[in-house]
């Protein structure tokens, strides 16, 4: 296994990509499907629109999510998975069961 602090380390990739508070509820929010910015904030209650946003962009700016915005008033923005995106799929999947996994484990009896 590489060096986690090299920047070249995969793992490193992806702590940096995936790192941040909300952006693994906003991947799962959108392996539903495309999903428009008030549908993002519903989906994740305590977020804000500032972080949202900002959240939005860095996972963008990653080629992970895609932002399509359409020509109406008022605007219309739709944010969904890339087709990279689309392969966090099974990981997201893994954690889920691995953190099932770690909550009946470690429950107090």
């Not at 793992?11 to 999903?35: H, M, N, P, Y």
């Not at 972080?51 to 008033?73: C, F």
């Not at 605007?75 to 069961?97: F, N």
Request: aromatic share 6%.
């Amino acid at each position: 296994m590489s060096n986690i602090h090299d920047e070249d380390c995969p793992v490193a990739v992806v702590l940096r990509i995936l790192g941040g508070k909300w952006k693994l509820s906003i991947l799962c929010a959108l392996l539903g499907g495309t999903k428009r910015f008030s549908e993002l904030c519903r989906l994740n209650s305590g977020i804000t629109q500032r972080m949202l946003t900002n959240q939005l962009r860095e996972l963008e700016v990653d080629l992970v999510v895609s932002r399509k915005v359409y020509a109406e008033v008022p605007p219309k923005v739709e944010y969904s998975l890339t087709e990279i995106g689309k392969k966090l799929q099974p990981i997201l999947q893994q954690l889920e069961e691995w953190g099932q996994t770690y909550l009946e484990e470690t429950k107090p009896q």
